[in-house]
């Protein structure tokens, strides 16, 4: 198994296991206290667990191999799965919880059980926390740095660090939301921890959905990485000029490139003719049936040069940017 699926695999993992048991305790003190603050705490538990869940299903679809009807393999999966996670915080988790504030402004309630509150918070600040260092821990790379290293890594990874960081400050808001009405007495407090958590949990919900949608609306390659390819294919002498050129992602920090060229004839000539193979076949050029001969072995020496000039370019493509992993070289 890859370092890339291991990375996933640890992060989802362990964020599964730790958020399901908090979602549980959450849902248990909230129903004693009746906190709007710790009813928004245990939504947005509960749609991280769901969350990670859907991303662990998407990822595991998307392991499988390349077949006839998906050349390219079933990458897609994880990113239509990773979606429907989002949409799942935004329009359940968000919407209960803005539902449950407006109810609690509406008909305003008293806080029982401060300390248990306390308790749970003060335990789930720390599990957060170690999700966290978990999914941070499985992504870093020393040479990329930290943020770098957050960037670059697959987008189930990335979720989960953006829902544990997150989850941090809502725990914290929670927690003094809930400590401020205990010692003001104004329930407004709690409600305003309440909008603050459902307003972070619609932040996120729609971070994630612009980064998959840019995955599945087939993102194309850096516009400076794209410059240079082209450059490179048009400086080979056999080449005089790209006519069209279309990248697209077929999976994380992996692309297809296709492009149409149109090769220089009279460089292709020279090239034929540079071990003086056409002065010695015409040498022996004495009947019909030889001409024919020579024609063959001619047509048959055009495309062996023509692709192994391809297949060099794709080398030096490959070499300077391990992403592209399929390239499509085609003569106009």
């Given at each position: 198994?890859?370092?890339s699926h291991?990375?996933?695999k640890v992060a989802v993992l362990a964020a599964i296991i730790w958020n399901?048991?908090?979602?549980?305790?959450?849902?248990?003190v909230f129903f004693m206290s009746g906190s709007t603050s710790m009813f928004s705490e245990w939504v947005h538990t509960l749609?991280?667990?769901?969350?990670q869940i859907l991303l662990y299903v998407g990822i595991k679809k998307s392991s499988k191999k390349a077949d006839e009807k998906?050349?390219?393999?079933?990458?897609?999966?994880?990113?239509?799965?990773a979606l429907i996670s989002a949409c799942w915080i935004f329009f359940?988790?968000?919407w209960i919880t803005l539902y449950h504030w407006v109810e609690g402004l509406i008909h305003p309630s008293e806080i029982e059980n401060y300390w248990l509150s306390y308790i749970v918070l003060i335990v789930s600040f720390f599990i957060e926390w170690l999700t966290l260092y978990i999914a941070l821990k499985s992504v870093y790379k020393k040479e990329f740095g930290l943020l770098k290293s957050i960037k670059e890594s697959d987008n189930a990874s990335y979720a989960v660090i953006l829902e544990d960081s997150v989850a941090v400050l809502w725990v914290t808001i929670a927690f003094f939301a809930i400590l401020l009405t205990k010692v003001t007495g104004y329930l407004f407090f709690d409600s305003i921890g309440s909008i603050t958590i459902w307003l972070l949990l619609w932040w996120v919900a729609i971070l994630l959905i612009i980064k998959n949608k840019n995955y599945l609306m087939w993102k194309s390659l850096d516009d400076n990485i794209t410059e240079w390819i082209i450059k490179l294919i048009e400086t080979d002498p056999l080449i005089i000029k790209v006519i069209d050129f279309k990248s697209e992602i077929i999976d994380l920090n992996a692309y297809i490139i296709k492009c149409e060229v149109e090769f220089n004839g009279t460089a292709l000539m020279k090239e034929i003719s540079k071990h003086d193979f056409l002065e010695d076949e015409y040498k022996h050029i004495n009947k019909y049936e030889d001409f024919l001969r020579f024609c063959v072995?001619?047509?048959?020496?055009?495309?062996?040069?023509?692709?192994?000039?391809?297949?060099t370019l794709e080398i030096k493509i490959k070499k300077h940017y391990p992403e592209i992993k399929y390239i499509d070289i085609e003569l106009n």
């Amino acid at each position: 198994m890859s370092n890339s699926h291991q990375s996933w695999k640890v992060a989802v993992l362990a964020a599964i296991i730790w958020n399901t048991t908090v979602t549980i305790l959450k849902f248990i003190v909230f129903f004693m206290s009746g906190s709007t603050s710790m009813f928004s705490e245990w939504v947005h538990t509960l749609a991280d667990s769901v969350n990670q869940i859907l991303l662990y299903v998407g990822i595991k679809k998307s392991s499988k191999k390349a077949d006839e009807k998906f050349s390219y393999g079933y990458w897609k999966e994880r990113f239509f799965w990773a979606l429907i996670s989002a949409c799942w915080i935004f329009f359940l988790g968000a919407w209960i919880t803005l539902y449950h504030w407006v109810e609690g402004l509406i008909h305003p309630s008293e806080i029982e059980n401060y300390w248990l509150s306390y308790i749970v918070l003060i335990v789930s600040f720390f599990i957060e926390w170690l999700t966290l260092y978990i999914a941070l821990k499985s992504v870093y790379k020393k040479e990329f740095g930290l943020l770098k290293s957050i960037k670059e890594s697959d987008n189930a990874s990335y979720a989960v660090i953006l829902e544990d960081s997150v989850a941090v400050l809502w725990v914290t808001i929670a927690f003094f939301a809930i400590l401020l009405t205990k010692v003001t007495g104004y329930l407004f407090f709690d409600s305003i921890g309440s909008i603050t958590i459902w307003l972070l949990l619609w932040w996120v919900a729609i971070l994630l959905i612009i980064k998959n949608k840019n995955y599945l609306m087939w993102k194309s390659l850096d516009d400076n990485i794209t410059e240079w390819i082209i450059k490179l294919i048009e400086t080979d002498p056999l080449i005089i000029k790209v006519i069209d050129f279309k990248s697209e992602i077929i999976d994380l920090n992996a692309y297809i490139i296709k492009c149409e060229v149109e090769f220089n004839g009279t460089a292709l000539m020279k090239e034929i003719s540079k071990h003086d193979f056409l002065e010695d076949e015409y040498k022996h050029i004495n009947k019909y049936e030889d001409f024919l001969r020579f024609c063959v072995e001619y047509a048959n020496r055009i495309p062996r040069l023509i692709w192994k000039n391809i297949d060099t370019l794709e080398i030096k493509i490959k070499k300077h940017y391990p992403e592209i992993k399929y390239i499509d070289i085609e003569l106009n």
